[in-house]
């Protein structure tokens, strides 16, 4: 896969033009294909041309060479020292890692994240909370963003860090990082982001933003699935949640998975080259998307922020008198594939905790509606889906009891 200049000979098949397939992605949230420049950098590691890179003969000398390299190539995304990174299986590894490792370590016991964070920031909330732990989840306004204001209202006298998403994945919001970091450094209180879905689309900085610990994912860059990272700054210590042969500065135990770390790191030198004119692109076709979605179809709202307040391959939406289960899947007979916000939630099966702190009904919620785009989506696609959703969704209202 190249650019989305590349000849369509060049993209993924299902995301070539409607025209000539019957597939189109708009689910980049919930799985980035994974771009051929960095898997034509991984083949050499998947066929047998490295070594462990704890071990001491050539491969392994070559193999910790590469390992360090993708670190520094994955620090030179966000800025941050090389040495901070620590790789991980994935993102809600990370997630884990920050909040279990920070606490383990600490004397106090409080902890503040907001309202809408990623099911892995909850759920290791909640069982921090069983294990005597208090957890303040501050509330958000309507577009879902925090008031650095209420951050500061909710800091205690024994709060021990403070957990603030850079961007929601299931509605698209950019959160007012730099200014909670403003707040964090203010009170001396550890700050760390979920930056799974911003970094790579919008500018991010470790040190402008006061940022200890950052939370990245390899997929949700366009590389393999299988690698995560977690960003420290070197003061901030943590307590390690897998134990063994002391990998990673005893922080990850366990053999680093090197072909899908290289691949990680060739995708994060990728998005630092390519992120601004890809920001550009893809901004205009959610907003086609977003206006065309909110023109042709009634009674549907906008979740999440506007313009420069929101991700940039990010449209979502909540449409009612219809399931999210029944559009998603006429949608799917006709060819495009999109999802009703995040896919760790729809494990879960229960409603969204995002969704629901917006203010949106359960009625509402059951309509809601996500497309995320990507390096390979084009115009063509975004005008076929205009096409074809407002006559699923009127199909189904005419349906509906």
Request: some cysteine; charged content about 20%; proline content about 5%.
């Amino acid at each position: 896969m190249a650019r989305s200049s590349a000849s369509s000979s060049e993209r993924p098949a299902s995301s070539r033009s409607h025209a000539t397939v019957t597939r189109v992605y708009l689910d980049y949230a919930g799985f980035a294909p994974v771009d051929p420049r960095v898997v034509a950098v991984m083949r050499p590691f998947l066929e047998g041309g490295a070594g462990n890179p704890a071990a001491v003969h050539s491969l392994g000398l070559e193999a910790r060479a590469s390992l360090d390299g993708a670190r520094a190539k994955l620090a030179r995304l966000f800025g941050g020292a090389p040495a901070g990174v620590i790789f991980t299986a994935n993102a809600t590894e990370a997630n884990n890692l920050a909040l279990r490792g920070v606490a383990q370590r600490s004397s106090g016991g409080h902890i503040v994240t907001s309202a809408v964070e990623h099911v892995s920031v909850v759920n290791s909330c909640r069982d921090l909370e069983k294990r005597g732990w208090r957890v303040t989840y501050v509330g958000v306004d309507d577009e879902g963003r925090v008031d650095p204001t209420a951050v500061e209202r909710a800091i205690a006298a024994d709060t021990v860090l403070v957990s603030i998403m850079a961007a929601n994945g299931e509605i698209g919001t950019l959160q007012p990082v730099t200014e909670v970091g403003r707040v964090t450094r203010r009170r001396g209180i550890p700050f760390h982001v979920d930056a799974v879905h911003a970094a790579g689309r919008v500018p991010l900085a470790v040190d402008d933003s006061g940022i200890d610990l950052l939370t990245l994912s390899s997929n949700d860059l366009y590389g393999p699935p299988g690698a995560g990272a977690l960003w420290v700054r070197p003061e901030q210590r943590l307590a390690p949640i897998i134990l063994g042969g002391g990998q990673e500065r005893g922080y990850r135990a366990g053999t680093e998975n090197l072909p899908a770390i290289v691949g990680m790191g060739v995708a994060a030198e990728l998005a630092r080259a390519e992120h601004a004119a890809e920001r550009t692109r893809l901004s205009e076709l959610r907003d086609h998307l977003l206006g065309g979605l909110l023109e042709r179809v009634p009674d549907t709202r906008l979740t999440g922020s506007r313009g420069d307040r929101r991700l940039p391959h990010h449209a979502s939406v909540v449409v009612r008198g219809v399931k999210a289960d029944g559009v998603l899947l006429e949608l799917d007979l006709r060819g495009v594939a999109a999802s009703s916000g995040s896919a760790c939630n729809a494990m879960t099966g229960e409603p969204s905790h995002v969704l629901r702190a917006i203010g949106c009904d359960r009625m509402a919620a059951e309509g809601s509606l996500c497309f995320t785009l990507g390096r390979w989506t084009t115009a063509a696609e975004i005008d076929y889906t205009l096409d074809v959703l407002p006559s699923v969704v009127e199909r189904l209202r005419r349906l509906a009891p």
